[in-house]
DNA sequence: AAAGAAAATGCAATCGATTGCATAATTGCT
DNA sequence: AGCAATTATGCAATCGATTGCATTTTCTTT
């Protein structure tokens, strides 16, 4: 009936989208052959796949992705849940898997779980009844059971942790060799001539920081040099438990004259507070710091830390469950651990000649 | 068959999920009144609701959110473009979406168009493709044509955008007031006493950029100084442009003592080069950023700038466009201008009677 | 020209949940 | 007890694309 009101076709159009069997009728085909001719089916003449697809660009086609989705059971979707978006390490992660995944025509789902395993659950059992293909994941803080993990192990949807991984938990993960961090960034301190070193820990029931910490303690021990429990302190490394730790740490009868934190936040606190008390850096104390932030190039002093390559993490966290994704195999998992740099800057280069 | 390998029941659902119809058959019910039970229709007795809501518990019941889009046509999912996640600008307000969406029972998908525009005409299909429910986009630094936006404007489907916006479409948007922060830089540099200020800024086709711009010439007139080309650049304001930018102007035979950066990064790069020749900043010469990084409030000197409310501007993003999908009003558009605030630090403070 | 092979297209079920419109079961009331 | 009024449940179509298995059309070949 309206053939053309041309001008502003838009009117029309608003109720319902154009569907295979739209194009079928007015071709007088069946919706099979359209919806094959639209996927390239070798089955289809290239006359007809010309028609359609001409028809299909004209009247301007979408595919409907649900539908699709409902019948093949895939989604071409994977979630992503991490911590807190808003920060360096994770943007920069989710970035990595973006490319990939936007290489390989999936798309992303991402959610934060704030930390509270309460929001991780809920976020999971919905990515679940999403039907994404594929889930990437690292740990809340709080996190200390997994079976809300088991909708996705059941099912062999594929399964990727990384940076904070369950330690024996079955999955592929992609994580930093934390241990040799902790050592390296110590045994850097030690090599500058530091002579008490203390370590401010996060959380240790995570992966991360727990080994970290025995890094830490493996190069006194190498060194023999004391593990002093008083020089380590554990807490979240904000800004401020970085304040109240360099506090504590200085109040000690016998107080460090170096500081290994378990993240940069953390050591700048400790810079700023130092620094406001007229203590030297790196002459009076070194710092090391840990993830690479953008800020701890720039400060001064700059920090010292360990990077951690987020976005190549990312990117090969996408290919490997992508290409799990694709080849369901019941292969075994894996670990792939990622090489990390110690970054030596101002605050902990004391000696000219390094290493 | 299978009545109780209990220890291990994993192994058995593999294959298919539990559907309402399992629990139907299971119960001896229609597939319908399970649908009703588990969605609290009233229609249900109590009695059956529970039932079924148990017997749904036992086996473990997800539902298959993809059916259920289909079906109501609706995803409770929305999209974000923006051009690059791995920005603090982005991925803070990426979170204030995400949080905002989350509490509402939405699901974000997110891409990023790498700021080129073929990249997000992709992405705007396919998340077209995917049916989100509404889209909210910060345009990419190429984006010069708009038809692609048509898909979700011609169907009605809600749209916002923040930031970058296209100034002649008839879209919800959330911007800060770019003229009034440019203006606000400029003054507040004059009132330090710096004689001859430059601007650095971005692509002047977008908004942004341009009403920054616009800004810091009205200032200048305003206070009788004179808007000189050569003291305005304009480039992409990565930090190499940043730094030839600085080179540029002190080459001038008459040199500014200050600049307005339109960004924080090259702000930052002008402070580093201008140290390393010695230019004393705040004394001889005054910077000014934006967006306020997070670096800026701890490099030495700290950087003046201005703090856009990222998370804010998130979280109202989503509250805006949930609020539209929900009550699909054809309403006005609007454009909601979020307060921004000039933040002084060292890089431009000199005198000490601020304001 | 006829028969067999090959190529092109169509039928109808399916994915899993939702929902308008019956129909069935129960309750209430005289 | 009988019938209307509620209340509870079921039927069957639907959302839009996909796909195994026909069936039809076209092309070869003798």
New binding site residues.
């Given amino acids: 009936m309206n053939s053309s009101i041309s001008s502003d076709s838009n009117k029309m159009d608003k109720k ?2 154009v ?3 739209d194009i079928a009728r007015e071709l ?6 359209v ?2 001719a ?2 390239d089916n070798p ?3 290239q ?2 796949k010309d028609k359609i697809k001409a028809l299909a660009l004209k009247l301007g086609y979408q ?2 992705t649900i ?2 989705n ?4 895939k989604t071409h979707t994977i979630g992503i849940v991490v911590p807190l978006i808003n920060r360096h390490f994770f943007s920069a992660f989710i970035s990595g898997v973006e490319d990939v995944a936007f290489e390989a025509g999936y798309n992303v789902i991402i959610s934060q779980s704030k930390d509270l395993l309460e929001k991780e659950k809920k976020i999971v059992h919905s990515l679940f009844s999403n039907r994404v293909d594929g889930l990437i994941t690292s740990l809340s803080m709080q996190t200390n059971e997994f079976d809300h993990f088991q909708l996705f192990t059941n099912k062999n949807i594929p399964l990727v942790f990384f940076d904070r991984v369950a330690p024996d938990l079955k999955a592929n993960k992609i994580v930093i060799d934390d241990f040799s961090c902790g050592f390296k960034a110590t045994q850097h301190l030690i090599d500058q001539g530091y002579k008490r070193i203390a370590h401010l820990a996060g959380p240790t029931v995570l992966n991360t920081y727990h080994d970290r910490m025995e890094g830490y303690k493996e190069a006194l021990r190498k060194n023999n040099l004391a593990v002093e429990d008083q020089l380590i302190i554990c807490n979240r490394l904000t800004r401020m438990d970085g304040q109240q730790a360099i506090q504590q740490l200085l109040a000690l009868k016998n107080p460090p004259d170096a500081v290994f934190c378990g993240n940069d936040t953390s050591a700048l606190s400790m810079i700023v507070y130092l620094k406001s008390q007229g203590i030297r850096i790196p002459e009076d104390f070194g710092i090391v710091g840990f993830s690479n932030e953008p800020f701890s190039e720039v400060v001064t002093p700059s920090i010292s830390t360990l990077k951690q390559p987020a976005q190549e993490m990312g990117a090969k966290a996408a290919q490997m469950l992508i290409h799990e994704i694709e080849n369901k195999t019941t292969q075994d998992y894996q670990t792939i651990t990622l090489p990390s740099e110690l970054v030596v800057r101002e605050s902990s280069l004391r000696n000219n000649d390094t290493k």
């Fill in positions: 319902t989208s569907t295979i069997h007088k085909i069946s919706a099979s052959t919806s094959r639209l996927n089955r289809i003449s006359a007809t595919p409907n539908a699709s409902l019948r093949t059971q």
